[in-house]
């Protein structure tokens, strides 16, 4: 399983992680989902905040396949945020993800939890680019609001699986050249992350419904999963 955050002999607190984009589109709410699923695949019971107003995480949840330790809980609007969150808790998580609607307003969220980690996904494009860094900064906004800096890390989505674009390496340099961190592994162009939200469930499901590449895209995942819990600290173990 996937330990909580925590010094032995002291009550260990939930690690939390929020997933923001000023533009739609990024890979965010996949971004999310992957690590919740990767979360739940070795044994930790994992709680979503889906607060995009399309509730994309709650149309996944209707479907086939949702594994039984992740739950999802809507907060559609900032009102309610804190009820969620709430109902969120009472399900006893091991780990808390938040989706958010990618506006300020939405990341208002942030001032209502200790957040361990954001995580701005955004593809290999100067305009995306652009959006990360005004993500960054009003993570870096929040961070000062809260008396705390906020734990910042980019993540390239939808990366070529052969060809490096000469616009992927422009992209990082823009990013690193404002300062801003990138999570090691990237999120490769997979037509099994494309279609999670219409098949649903998890990688076990995708391969049942025949969906192509779902190896490669498990491996992915996993290289993922294990970059964010490095990055946090947090000691990996193999799944269940």
């Not at 929020?18 to 919740?36: I, S, Y």
């Not at 506006?103 to 995580?119: C, E, I, K, Q, W």
């Not at 609001?145 to 992927?168: M, W």
């Not at 025949?210 to 990996?236: D, F, Q």
Request: overall charge positive; some cysteine.
């Amino acid at each position: 399983s996937v330990p909580r955050r925590g010094t032995p002999g002291r009550e260990t607190r939930l690690p939390t992680v929020a997933f923001v984009n000023p533009k739609g589109g990024a890979g965010k709410t996949t971004a999310a989902l992957l690590l919740a699923i990767g979360l739940a695949a070795r044994g930790a019971r994992v709680a979503m905040i889906d607060s995009d107003p399309n509730k994309p995480l709650v149309h996944w949840a209707s479907l086939p396949g949702k594994p039984d330790k992740v739950t999802i809980h809507p907060a559609p609007t900032l009102e309610d945020m804190r009820d969620a969150l709430r109902e969120a808790q009472r399900k006893q998580p091991d780990w808390l993800i938040l989706d958010t609607e990618g506006s300020v307003r939405g990341a208002m969220a942030f001032t209502t939890m200790r957040l361990d980690l954001v995580v701005t996904p955004l593809a290999a494009s100067q305009l995306e680019a652009i959006q990360a860094i005004k993500a960054a900064e009003m993570v870096a906004q929040f961070g000062r609001r809260a008396g705390r800096p906020l734990p910042h890390r980019c993540l390239l989505t939808r990366v070529p699986a052969a060809l490096r674009p000469r616009s992927l390496k422009e992209v990082v340099e823009q990013l690193r050249g404002s300062g801003i961190e990138i999570l090691d592994i990237p999120l490769i162009e997979k037509e099994a992350f494309r279609v999670l939200f219409a098949v649903g469930g998890g990688f076990d499901q995708l391969e049942a419904s025949g969906v192509s590449g779902v190896a490669s895209a498990r491996a992915n995942a996993e290289a993922y999963l294990g970059a964010i819990l490095a990055l946090l600290e947090i000691p990996t173990a193999s799944s269940n």
